[in-house]
C-alpha cells in the first residue's frame, strides 16, 4: 500500500520534528531532487509493507485576508488529493485562530483528517483531555492521536494508524 499524507498546523507545532523523526536524513536526500521539490515531496518513508509520501501544503497557515482566492485554491486542491490529512496542534496551547482558519478550510472535504495531538510530554492527561474535547466538538475527526515529536510516544501508533486509510 501506497499514499499521501499531508501535514497541517499552525507554526511551531512540531512538524518538522515529526517529519524528521519518521524520515530522518531521507528528507535531505529527497529535496536535491529538483522534480520531487516541484512536486512538493517532503520525505517518504517506506515500511515493511507500505510506503508514505508527505507533501507539503504551501499556504495553508496564512491567514484567509492575506491568501489570494488562487492559493486557497490551490491548498484546498492538494488536500482533496491526499489520501490522510494530518492536522496537528499543540498540547500545550489552547485552540487558536489560525486552527480555526484550518478547520473552515477542512470544511467539506471528504479526505479524512486525523487530529494528532503533539507535545504530550509537556501535559497532565487531565488538561489533556480538555484539549483533546476543544477540537472535537469543532470538526469530526476520523482518529484523534496523542504524540510527542520530540521523544517519539506513540508515533509508531500513529503510523500504524495510517496505514489502513493508504
Ligand atoms: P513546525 O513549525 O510545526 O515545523 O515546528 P517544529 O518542528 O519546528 O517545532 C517547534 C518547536 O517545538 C521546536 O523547538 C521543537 O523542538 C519543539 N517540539 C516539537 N515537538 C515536540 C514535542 O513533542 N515535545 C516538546 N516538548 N517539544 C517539541
Ligand atoms: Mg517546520
Do not use: C, W
Not at 530522518?24 to 517506506?46: E, F, H, Y
Not at 509537556?122 to 466538538?137: A, F, G, R, T, W
Amino acid at each position: 500500500k501506497s499514499g499521501f499524507i499531508s501535514i497541517i498546523g499552525r507554526p511551531n507545532v512540531g512538524k518538522s520534528t515529526f517529519l524528521n523523526r519518521v524520515i530522518g536524513q531521507k528528507i535531505a536526500i529527497m529535496s536535491d531532487k529538483p522534480q520531487t521539490t516541484r512536486n512538493k515531496v517532503q520525505g517518504v518513508l517506506t515500511l515493511e509493507k507500505s510506503q508514505m509520501i508527505f507533501i507539503d501544503t504551501p499556504g495553508i497557515h496564512i491567514p484567509k485576508h492575506k491568501l489570494g482566492d488562487f492559493m486557497l485554491k490551490v491548498a484546498k486542491n492538494t488536500l482533496r488529493e491526499v489520501d490522510v490529512i494530518i492536522f496537528m496542534v499543540n498540547a500545550t496551547e489552547p485552540r487558536g485562530k489560525i486552527d480555526e482558519l484550518i478547520m473552515d478550510m477542512l470544511e467539506n472535504n471528504e479526505t479524512p483528517v486525523f487530529l494528532v495531538i503533539n507535545k504530550i510530554d509537556q501535559v497532565h492527561p487531565d488538561e489533556l483531555i480538555n484539549i483533546i474535547n476543544s477540537y472535537k466538538n469543532k470538526y469530526d475527526f476520523a482518529e484523534i492521536i496523542p504524540i510527542s515529536a520530540l521523544q517519539g510516544n506513540n508515533v509508531d501508533r500513529l503510523l500504524e494508524t495510517i496505514q489502513k486509510y493508504l
